[in-house]
């Protein structure tokens, strides 16, 4: 079965610093998300792509952070100037176009800022 | 905005019984779709059934079915003979349906579910 690859699993970054976190969703998906959880709330929605353009993002998407689609296989969440509250699992998904189904999703980035 | 709300923080359930997770949502929307996702301790999110909110009969896949009333907006999960890799959050999700741009997944904040023997 397809699935959403995301890269590395977990991430150790000092506060400030610049992260970049990295998925390959199915091939054949066309809208891409990506989510966070901190830990033991529930999950958030960051933003979703489509068309090399941001389709939507929550209030949480500040200029601090960016994506990208930089070739034909990854999307990619970059995090600038890291705070101790961006500590979170991240989740990436895809979806197919207009199929309205449940995204697949990755299994995550787990991110932790000291 | 749409919000989603799981009020049960925790529910336990005994291997081979049934249990419910219960989620209500609010939305002005006509058409939409639910989800039940499963997050195990590996975290990853796991989609276990999706309802179309014009559809009138219940969605049902193998132990997994639930009870969608939308005009009480109610969207519960039923698992059936429970087995002990049920154990995981259960998270209840909600998107309208896409109208040509990427709709995203509301949650709500998730039902720990333990199985014991």
């Known amino acids: 079965e397809p699935e959403v690859t995301q890269t590395p699993s977990h991430q150790v970054t000092q506060m400030g610093q610049e992260v970049i976190l990295r998925c390959v969703p199915i091939s054949n998906h066309l809208y891409f998300y990506w989510y966070r959880q901190i830990l033991g709330q529930k999950v958030e929605f960051l933003v979703s792509?489509?068309?090399?353009?941001?389709?939507?993002k929550s209030e949480i998407f500040d200029d601090q952070f960016s994506v990208e689609r930089p070739d034909g296989s990854n999307f990619t969440l970059k995090i600038r100037s890291t705070k101790l509250e961006d500590s979170a699992m991240y989740f990436c998904a895809s979806s197919e176009q207009l199929a309205n189904y449940g995204y697949t999703f990755g299994s995550g980035t787990r991110l932790t800022v000291v | 905005a749409q919000t989603v709300t799981q009020s049960q923080p925790e529910m336990s359930v005994q291997e081979a019984e049934t249990v419910t997770l219960s989620c209500t949502y609010d939305?002005?929307?006509?058409?939409?779709?639910l989800f039940w996702y499963k997050q195990p301790p590996s975290r990853q999110m796991i989609l276990v059934i999706r309802q179309e909110a014009y559809k009138q009969q219940n969605a049902t896949e193998n132990r997994f079915s639930v009870n969608f009333q939308k005009a009480a907006k109610s969207f519960s999960l039923k698992i059936s003979d429970s087995q002990l890799g049920d154990a995981a959050m259960y998270f209840c999700a909600y998107r309208r349906r896409n109208t040509g741009t990427a709709s995203k997944l509301t949650f709500g904040t998730g039902t720990r579910l333990q199985v014991t023997l």
């Open positions: 939305t002005s929307e006509s058409d939409y779709y």
């Open positions: 792509f489509y068309n090399n353009e941001i389709s939507e």
